[in-house]
């Protein structure tokens, strides 16, 4: 009989896969870095003073004017990539998170309504988020964010709407199964309110399979993100995150000058398969059916 | 053996042929080819409502074609699907 908590018999079995340790250790590596930008970055890439123009589109460990070496070159600006990207990295892994969390807050608690209520306004609900599920989220996304305008919050609102509904699925899957349990019924059989029955009872044990969903859900948006700003609908200029650096570096491709679009990009591809190999990890921790 | 698993290749093929749909507004915007994708987002940086109205039917209808299209192969696959209309 061990003692240990569940928290601790969760970190032992995930310490069991090297390929998701290493990942997560990925995940956070990055998360410091882009916290820790404005402090281990050679040099502030949005301060126009920082820039000499004589050092722009330089190949990767090219000597600056400024004395230090450009390890993965200079973007058309003269900005140098490491610090542009540790930057956009900051600003892509905020979007991601803020635009995960509303998203998972919004769709749980409509999923865990749904299926508390039934009827008539599961039916509702749950239709109209499978309209939502069947249409891609690119599409909607992109429409959102060119009506709404560009800016922080529009492109956070159309990140959510296009994936709360991801979330309210797998709540209200979830949480019909906890429906029907004892224990929610004997909460019912007391005077408490609806929200503190879903709450406090229902939502939290509905929460592992929303805590999957969630990580591939913030590598998602962190994507979707970039798409929307690589087709210059995302994020205004004063706030470049990596999908804009692909952007910029993108017209240079064919001339040679590959570093200003490739390492954005593998900067990005990096972040998001690593989320996605944790997220794959905790998954197959949850299933029941892959547990030895 | 095809014809067992065919239900969810189906299924999949569906869902990969609507995302490269959605996903060709990147790829003809990469490659400047003259399609839907790129239409789409010429007009939504000129905020040309009608035509982003349009290009969203358009899209709509043609998800719906695929969705009915793949269920209609489901029954044609799997002849459980198709006893249950009669009885």
């Given at each position: 009989m061990d003692k240990t908590s569940p928290l601790a018999r969760f970190w032992e079995e995930f310490q069991q896969s090297c390929v998701a340790v290493v990942a997560l250790g990925v995940v956070l590596l990055i998360m410091l870095l882009a916290l820790a930008a404005p402090l281990i970055?050679?040099?502030?890439?949005?301060?126009?003073?920082?820039?000499?123009?004589?050092?722009?589109r330089r190949p990767p460990g090219f000597v600056g004017s400024k004395g230090f070496t450009h390890w993965l070159g200079t973007d058309a600006q003269g900005r140098d990539l490491l610090s542009a990207i540790l930057y956009g990295l900051r600003i892509s892994i905020q979007i991601g998170i803020i635009a995960g969390s509303i998203a998972f807050v919004l769709g749980a608690t409509l999923g865990a309504f749904a299926a508390y209520f039934g009827g008539r306004i599961e039916a509702l609900i749950m239709r109209i988020i499978d309209l939502q599920l069947s249409f891609p989220a690119i599409l909607l996304a992109l429409v959102l964010a060119a009506l709404l305008g560009q800016g922080k919050w529009p492109l956070i609102a159309a990140l959510v709407t296009a994936q709360y509904a991801y979330f309210a699925r797998t709540a209200h899957g979830a949480a019909s199964t906890e429906r029907s349990k004892d224990y929610v019924d004997a909460a019912l059989s007391t005077p408490l309110a609806a929200s503190r029955v879903v709450f406090r009872h229902i939502l939290p044990n509905c929460l592992p399979p929303l805590i999957v969903v969630a990580t591939v859900q913030i590598a998602n948006s962190i994507a979707l993100e970039a798409t929307l700003s690589f087709l210059g609908?995302?994020?205004?200029?004063?706030?470049?995150?990596l999908g804009m650096l692909i952007a910029n570096g993108f017209q240079y491709m064919l001339s040679g000058r590959y570093w200003i679009s490739i390492y954005p990009g593998v900067a990005l591809i990096v972040l998001i398969v690593a989320i996605n190999l944790v997220g794959d990890q905790v998954r197959d921790q949850i299933n029941p059916r892959l547990r030895r | 053996m095809l014809r067992l698993i065919a239900i969810p290749i189906v299924t999949v093929f569906g869902l990969e042929l609507g995302s490269t749909l959605a996903f060709a507004v990147v790829t003809e915007t990469i490659f400047s080819w003259p399609g839907i994708g790129k239409l789409i987002i010429d007009s939504i940086s000129t905020l040309d409502r009608p035509v982003m109205v349009a290009y969203l039917m358009l899209v709509a209808f043609l998800f719906i074609v695929i969705n009915l299209s793949v269920d209609i192969a489901y029954a044609a696959l799997d002849p459980r699907l198709r006893t249950r209309r009669a009885g």
């Open positions: 970055s050679p040099q502030n890439p949005y301060d126009l003073a920082n820039l000499v123009l004589m050092d722009a609908l995302g994020l205004p200029v004063t706030e470049p995150s | -």
